[in-house]
């Protein structure tokens, strides 16, 4: 960390700023990163809705059908989960 390059090899030129204009060691964030990840959040969020919705109106259109999945899904985990404990007491 020689002149205060944040690198380890000091032979190595040490830039001062990234590709995309900030410096090393620069805090807080720049405004546009902060408002990119507001963004992306919002779509992220916007799309968990989306599919959870579609998830309750699937189960509650088939709810048999969901029951016997999560009947079956948790049958298998519990299998593989035993499996698993058992078989490293051997």
Not at 20 to 30: I, S
């Amino acid at each position: 960390m020689a002149n205060g390059c944040p690198t380890r090899w000091p032979e190595k030129p040490c830039p001062t700023r990234l590709a995309d204009g900030t410096r090393f060691g620069e805090w807080p964030p720049r405004r546009k990163h902060l408002e990119s990840a507001k963004e992306i959040t919002g779509r992220v969020r916007d799309k968990a809705v989306e599919g959870a919705k579609a998830a309750d109106e699937a189960v509650r259109d088939n709810p048999y059908q969901a029951i016997g999945i999560a009947f079956g899904v948790g049958a298998l985990v519990g299998y593989l989960a035993m499996r698993r404990r058992f078989r490293t007491c051997d």
